[in-house]
């Protein structure tokens, strides 16, 4: 059985300082909105910031008023602001809020009890320790060894995860015949990085990304718009030429029909017939 997380929604200590917070306060009825921001953010929180339109209203607004008990018109005018600040995306049916995942803390529920175990023992051992809390104190000391050691296994084993991730995507491309690397670079390995992070692309994505550019370069290389080879650097870490986007998001939306995954893609702009 998978361990239970808890989720909480971190605002930094200038969070009503921001441009775009201050800017929402002042529009009629800007309180309102940004509690129903706030309202609207600790509903991502568990979907990494994703908010999933289900259908059970007509529309996506009138879907979180009935899921927030907030008024349709207030969520409307909402969405229409977080859209003209770049504070929300979309992908197929569902909106991303996409300061949200560094707003987001977490743990299991084993890291809570630990933490609760740890606050109150701080509160019993003082100066003055019994010989019966010395012993639990050294119990506790070799059970502490013990569980470091099974974190250490842990991150040994995530970062053979990650090697095996990067190796796989090279090899990838390397059979895909498009340019020949001699080596795994760390800069390859950054590339990836940051399309994992800021397009939550997943090996099996960024394979068809490779695929797609591919294919793109060869019914484009005898026409007037061909397309660059790019090196696998490039595709997954460079930014567009005079662009925010990556090089590989021009792929995105054809990896999201194949897959019919529940990703986003920065810089989508909402459909207001979903609103």
Request: include cysteine; aromatic fraction near 8%.
């Given at each position: 059985?998978?361990?239970?997380?808890?989720?909480?929604?971190?605002?930094?200590?200038?969070?009503?300082?921001?441009?775009?917070?201050?800017?929402?306060?002042?529009?009629?009825?800007?309180?309102?909105?940004?509690?129903?921001?706030?309202k609207?953010?600790?509903?991502?929180?568990?979907?990494?910031?994703?908010?999933?339109?289900?259908?059970?209203?007509?529309?996506?607004?009138?879907?979180?008023?009935?899921?927030?008990?907030?008024?349709?018109?207030?969520?409307?005018m909402?969405?229409?602001?977080?859209?003209?600040?770049?504070?929300?995306?979309?992908?197929?049916?569902?909106?991303?809020?996409?300061?949200?995942?560094?707003?987001?803390?977490?743990?299991?529920?084993?890291?809570?009890?630990?933490?609760?175990?740890?606050?109150?023992?701080?509160?019993?051992?003082?100066?003055?320790?019994?010989?019966?809390?010395?012993?639990?104190?050294?119990?506790?000391?070799?059970?502490?060894?013990?569980?470091?050691?099974?974190?250490?296994?842990?991150?040994?084993?995530?970062?053979k995860?990650?090697?095996?991730?990067?190796?796989?995507?090279?090899?990838?491309?390397?059979?895909?015949?498009?340019?020949?690397?001699?080596?795994?670079?760390?800069?390859?390995?950054?590339?990836?990085?940051?399309?994992?992070?800021?397009?939550?692309?997943?090996?099996?994505?960024?394979?068809?990304?490779?695929?797609?550019?591919?294919?793109?370069t060869?019914?484009?290389?005898?026409?007037?718009?061909?397309?660059?080879?790019?090196?696998l650097?490039?595709?997954?870490?460079?930014?567009?030429?005079?662009?925010?986007?990556?090089?590989?998001?021009?792929?995105?939306?054809?990896?999201?029909?194949?897959?019919?995954?529940?990703?986003?893609?920065?810089?989508?702009?909402?459909?207001?017939?979903?609103?």
């Amino acid at each position: 059985m998978a361990e239970k997380q808890y989720y909480w929604l971190k605002l930094q200590n200038d969070f009503f300082k921001q441009k775009e917070i201050k800017k929402l306060r002042r529009i009629a009825g800007g309180d309102t909105l940004t509690i129903i921001y706030l309202k609207i953010a600790l509903l991502s929180l568990e979907n990494d910031g994703i908010l999933i339109f289900e259908g059970i209203e007509d529309t996506f607004s009138s879907e979180l008023s009935l899921e927030l008990d907030e008024p349709d018109e207030d969520i409307q005018m909402l969405l229409s602001f977080l859209q003209r600040n770049k504070m929300i995306e979309q992908k197929g049916e569902d909106f991303y809020l996409n300061r949200i995942p560094e707003m987001t803390g977490k743990e299991t529920g084993a890291a809570k009890r630990m933490r609760l175990s740890r606050q109150r023992n701080n509160g019993i051992i003082c100066n003055n320790v019994t010989p019966v809390l010395q012993s639990v104190t050294q119990s506790k000391s070799k059970s502490k060894s013990k569980s470091k050691s099974i974190e250490k296994d842990t991150e040994k084993d995530t970062e053979k995860e990650k090697d095996n991730k990067y190796n796989v995507l090279f090899d990838f491309y390397i059979e895909a015949d498009l340019i020949h690397h001699k080596t795994l670079t760390p800069a390859i390995k950054k590339a990836i990085d940051i399309a994992e992070k800021e397009l939550m692309l997943d090996v099996e994505q960024m394979k068809r990304i490779i695929d797609r550019h591919k294919k793109k370069t060869e019914e484009t290389k005898n026409t007037d718009f061909k397309t660059k080879v790019r090196t696998l650097a490039e595709l997954f870490g460079q930014k567009k030429y005079m662009s925010s986007s990556l090089i590989c998001s021009d792929y995105i939306d054809e990896v999201w029909e194949d897959t019919k995954k529940k990703n986003v893609n920065n810089g989508v702009i909402i459909n207001p017939d979903h609103l």
